[in-house]
């Protein structure tokens, strides 16, 4: 059964940084492409970042691109969302997930994610 289970949200001001863990489980980590999602109160989850299951590549959306680093540990089959220059519109609960096919070549749709975990709350305030 596999598990993703994040960490590491808060409260923070504007301009200040946060790192979120997401530790997995129930799968051979290191086999399978990494992603970050967010999803603010009556909006719908959003794709954030994505990273390949080698960690040699990363994907950003545009509104953290700059701001946002995306790193794995597959030695200890954990995901990190660096978070830096926070602003009062990052505020969302933040969802890491795990593609759903091994080892894929191109980019995972949304959908193509199969596992979530349970979130983490982010506020920024201004």
């Known amino acids: 059964q596999v598990q993703l289970v994040e960490s590491g949200g808060g409260s923070v001001q504007a301009g200040g940084s946060l790192r979120l863990s997401c530790a997995a489980s129930g799968l051979t980590f290191s086999e399978y492409g990494m992603g970050w999602f967010r999803q603010a109160p009556g909006k719908e989850r959003d794709f954030v970042a994505a990273?390949?299951?080698?960690?040699?590549?990363?994907y950003y959306a545009d509104s953290v691109k700059g701001r946002f680093t995306i790193s794995r540990d597959n030695a200890n089959n954990t995901v990190y969302l660096q978070m830096n220059m926070l602003k009062p519109e990052d505020s969302a609960v933040y969802y890491c997930a795990a593609d759903g096919k091994r080892y894929r070549i191109y980019w995972p749709r949304n959908y193509e994610y199969a596992y979530w975990g349970q979130g983490t709350q982010v506020t920024v305030s201004s």
């Open positions: 990273i390949r299951w080698s960690g040699s590549t990363t």
